[in-house]
């Protein structure tokens, strides 16, 4: 069964439901169970990326939005001093997020080799 991140299931978001305020923004937000599902599929076709930035998006789904556009804002080459993204990595890591952790401590790495951080 699909659902949405409020556990809604998809046949509950309908228009209708969305005009008499049933239907809040809650409600359509992805599941992370959903995106794991899509992440399995990817792998079945052989595209182990996909499944990997599948699994680090269901973990983003635990936290607030504006917390998420840190992370990517973080990311983008020049933003961050490797100090910032390993501590990010361990904020992530221990919040139970760690595909995002490992991405972070790697970016970290990556950038300070390639002189793209901050």
Same mark, same amino acid.
């Given at each position: ?7 809604? &299931?998809?046949?509950?978001?309908? &228009? ?11 409600? +359509?937000?992805?599941? @992370? ?29 635990? +936290? ?7 992370? /990517? ?8 001093? @490797?100090?910032? +993204? ?23 790495? &990556? /950038? ?7």
């Amino acid at each position: 069964m699909i659902r949405a991140l409020s556990g809604k &299931v998809v046949d509950q978001l309908t &228009v209708e439901a969305v005009r008499s305020g049933e239907v809040g923004l809650a409600d +359509l937000r992805i599941h @992370p169970e959903t995106l794991e599902r899509q992440a399995v599929v990817a792998e079945r076709h052989g595209n182990p990326q996909l499944a990997d930035n599948l699994r680090r998006a269901a973990e983003l789904t635990g +936290l607030p939005d504006d917390e998420v556009l840190a992370v /990517y804002e973080a990311l983008r080459p020049g933003r961050s001093t @490797p100090a910032q +993204l390993t501590e990010m990595a361990a904020s992530l890591a221990g919040r139970g997020l760690p595909r995002c952790a490992a991405l972070l401590a790697e970016a970290a790495e &990556v /950038y300070a080799r390639r002189g793209l951080s901050a």
